[in-house]
């Protein structure tokens, strides 16, 4: 009995310790490494730019008239309506140009009247020859021109209405909200050049939109129809939508820079976006859905070159003693092409990732596709959900593994597709 203890305690103790010793082995293989993992998920890729909210249907309202502001009748934030006065200009003046132009209107009607019956009494006389023709048409001519005076006095006298009447009352052209009132009482406004604009009304103020700009780098990879969203420092943690809605094709140079002025439709401002705010913009360009991806940081692994012979060689050691007399002629086939192959260039659509393989460190070729700059899509024969793939070499681990075999600190990329 006693002996029969002594003999499992023996082999419980080999057993131990073969059991520490690979396992020792395989751990300090891995810690070599650092591993991220092969995931589905979504690749998206986005062009940032900053903007400026602005309301939709804004409209600027100023004044045909120069003189002095005499009433203002709304503020900031009121809301008014079609039609509605918000300013009165200093009517005195108007009232005195009416009353002038009224007077000419009887000045130039009883001059016409006057011509006119000079102008009928010199027909007669002309038809008893009692005046020359010469006489008569200068009679007419006299006429014609009074009554065109005529006319000129009266539409002055309209022009003088409407000041008055109309273009002295300033009224609000839509239904809508004074965003901003650039005017004060007794304030003079000059129209001599073009009309100042004294108030701006927002149709809707929920209603908004973004004026970005598009550095020319960027702007083919903007279409109309793309989704967008957007920051705004007053609310940091929340996020907007938006829409872009047009294209501007007139450039604009800033700093020997070119961009494109791109409009961004925001589908809800909640309440809380206001003119003027600037917008931190992330337009989505591309969007792939579960799909295969992974860190690039896997994708840029390179392994020194005692490494890479030894994956190779046990490569080749593991074909020769799988193959058979059949497949034989088949293997040196391959092994011709692997080394054709290991002198031409990667294609660009491919890298190597590298993983180990029941311990043992091996590598295979994958095909990349779209990336957003921190993970990049892949698709492969023998890749799938879960991988571990090694997106770092400990160069401490790896120094100290290499002491007795090479002084080189030379690092080899990939060598081709096996």
Known sequence: MKKFIITLLVIASVATGLYFYFTKENTEEESKYDFTQVEYGNIENYVSSTGTLE??????????????????YVDYNEEVKENQILALLDTLQLHLEVQSAQADVEQKRAQLSLSKFQYENDKKLYQQSFISEL??????????????????????????????????????????????????EGQTVSASMSAPTLFVIAEDIS????YASIDETDIGNIQEGQKASFTVETYPEDEFEAVVSEIRLQPETISNVVNYTVVLQVESTEDKLLPGMTATIEILINEKSD?????????????????????????????EASADSTKGARKGQGMGRMGGQQKREMPQDMK??????????????????????YQTEISGRDISEGMELISKVNTSSSTSSKKSTSNSSRRMGPPGLF
């Open 55 to 72: 309301t939709v249907g804004s409209v600027e309202v100023g004044t045909q008239l120069s003189g002095k502001i005499e009433h203002i």
């Open 291 to 319: 799909v295969l991806k992974v860190d690039n940081s896997a994708l840029s692994v390179s392994l020194d070159q005692q490494s890479m012979m030894e994956i190779m060689q046990r490569k080749r050691a593991e074909r």
């Open 352 to 373: 190597l990732v590298y993983y180990l393989n029941d311990g043992q460190l091996d590598f295979m070729p994958v095909k990349i596709g779209a990336t957003d700059g």
């Open 135 to 184: 006489a008569l048409n200068s009679s007419e001519s006299d006429y014609l021109s009074k009554k065109a005076l005529l006319s000129s006095s009266l539409i002055k006298l309209e022009k003088a209405k409407i000041n008055l009447y109309n273009y002295a009352y300033i009224r609000s052209p839509i239904n809508g909200q004074i965003i901003d009132k650039a005017v004060e």
């Open 207 to 210: 209603q908004m939109e973004i």
